[in-house]
């Protein structure tokens, strides 16, 4: 299986949250994906989110319910650990639909609304920190 090349940051589609053209940034440093959401609300089962940032215009503000999702614990650099919660969904890479773990964390404070790890990277994508929106400029 061939790896794509893609570059530090790109700017990628998720169908399922109705959120497009969405800039993001490719961390090898880190394990996890995560996405900004600035709502979250847990009743009962279900999990209700809203992806909406002021930073970020393409974040719609929709709710978006998730009946499955999971927490995990998630270490920054600085050896902190935040639970999270991790949902499941669609992410479109170089015309490609992938599926990709994500933990909702607020990110307002970020450049990057969205950042992808290497648990998502490996086996399908190789990074060159020379390059930008390879993924976008596929389109």
Do not use: W
């Not at 969205?114 to 998502?120: A, P, S, W």
């Amino acid at each position: 299986m061939s790896k794509k090349t893609i570059g530090r940051v790109d700017c990628i589609n998720f169908p399922k949250l109705q959120l497009h053209q969405i800039d993001c940034k490719i961390d090898t440093g880190a394990y996890t994906s995560s996405i900004h959401c600035s709502e979250i609300t847990k009743e009962g089962d279900k999990l209700r989110c809203k992806f909406y940032s002021k930073g970020h215009p393409n974040f719609n503000g929709k709710e978006v319910v998730f009946d499955t999702y999971s927490l995990t614990d998630v270490k920054s650099s600085n050896g902190h650990v935040e639970n999270r919660y991790k949902i499941k969904t669609d992410v479109v890479f170089f015309g490609k639909t992938y599926v990709i773990n994500l933990t909702l964390s607020t990110r307002d404070d970020m450049k990057y609304p969205v950042l992808i790890g290497r648990q998502f990277l490996r086996k399908k994508f190789l990074v060159d920190v020379d390059l930008e929106n390879q993924s976008f400029k596929h389109q």
